[in-house]
């Protein structure tokens, strides 16, 4: 799959997810970009909708007293979190000053024509709009590959929205595999769906993980995610909608940098050595007299021991070698060989 000028496939593509952490400041927005930047992250990913193109007034009050937003009306909640529109296109022309891909996530048609304005690259459908049919029929159409999160879905509801994509024109689509909960528990991430996912769909897979750290998002790498998606601030103590659940940039850097050593450790399978390996093997171990022997004298545990290097016969000669008699006299420190053995 290919997102602009990169390849997925080189390495784990490293996505910051800027959403609701700018706290209402574009300053704040491109210090956060830039920081992604600086950290190694290869794109970064708004979210396109405002307040009432997502809900109305007074539709919903949360109520889950363990939801980080309890008691929030979700207008109020999408009204702090939005990142306005007329930022997008001075924020999308400084990450690509930085060098960064950048994208979003639309969550209805009008932001889908928005964003076709920018040039986005791709597009993100998030977990909450991954059976949103006429969302996914407007993404689809545009031709842009498609990064579709699976969070709160059934096997079924997947394998309908693949459906829809690729109806609709979508080829190029990755899913990534999600806990929608904010923050999930890592005993609720369940990565070995990534490989099933993978096996059913026949799609690339990914993870958009919300749980706190970067443990989970390398153990997604070694399961074969070739997308991690992890939401992004200058600082955790600074505050901000989900801010609780998003890495700092000393964390996305090491996230960037131990993804890639995880990525490039899965190699293939194989049990050959290395070359290295081979210049190792005089390290293993082998039989050698251990004490001065005479020539017709008995090879015993007492003067024949397994040690290192590798030069003499190999230890599974062990039991065969004892009992034998000395050919000539053998001064301690020879490897042994047949030779020295009647």
């Not at 290395?274 to 008995?298: I, P, Q």
């Amino acid at each position: 799959m290919k997102i602009s000028n990169f390849a997925i496939g080189d390495s784990p593509f490293i996505i910051a997810e800027l959403s609701g952490n700018h706290n209402q400041s574009i300053e704040r927005a491109k210090a956060i970009i830039k920081a992604a930047a600086e950290a190694g992250a290869h794109a970064v990913k708004l979210q396109t909708y405002t307040a009432d193109t997502i809900t109305l007034k007074g539709a919903y009050t949360i109520t889950d007293k363990d939801s980080l937003w309890y008691g929030k009306d979700l207008y109020e909640l999408y009204q702090e979190a939005h990142t306005p529109w007329e930022w997008h296109k001075p924020l999308f022309d400084y990450a690509r000053e930085l060098g960064m891909i950048i994208f979003s996530s639309p969550f209805d048609t009008t932001a889908v024509d928005f964003l076709e304005e920018l040039d986005v690259p791709c597009y993100k459908i998030a977990s909450f709009e991954n059976t949103d049919h006429v969302l996914l029929e407007k993404v689809a159409k545009t031709g842009k590959p498609v990064i579709m999160s699976t969070g709160i879905a059934t096997v079924e509801d997947i394998q309908e929205s693949l459906e829809v994509l690729k109806k609709n024109g979508s080829s190029n689509v990755t899913l990534l595999k999600c806990t929608s909960s904010y923050p999930a528990s890592p005993v609720n991430a369940h990565l070995l769906t990534i490989p099933h996912m993978r096996d059913l769909y026949g799609y690339p897979v990914g993870l958009s993980d919300h749980t706190l750290g970067i443990g989970v998002s390398i153990a997604a790498v070694a399961l074969g995610a070739m997308i991690i998606e992890k939401h992004f601030t200058l600082s955790r103590a600074d505050g901000g909608v989900d801010a609780a659940f998003s890495l700092e940039p000393h964390e996305l850097k090491a996230l960037v940098e131990e993804s890639k050593r995880a990525y490039v450790s899965l190699g293939k399978v194989n049990y050959e050595l290395s070359d290295k390996e081979k210049n190792s093997l005089v390290f293993k171990r082998s039989l050698y007299v251990v004490k001065d022997m005479k020539a017709g004298e008995t090879f015993t545990a007492e003067n024949v021991r397994s040690i290192r290097p590798a030069l003499g016969l190999a230890t599974k000669y062990y039991n065969t070698i004892l009992g034998k008699k000395a050919t000539k006299d053998i001064p301690a420190g020879t490897p042994l060989n047949f030779e020295l053995t009647e």
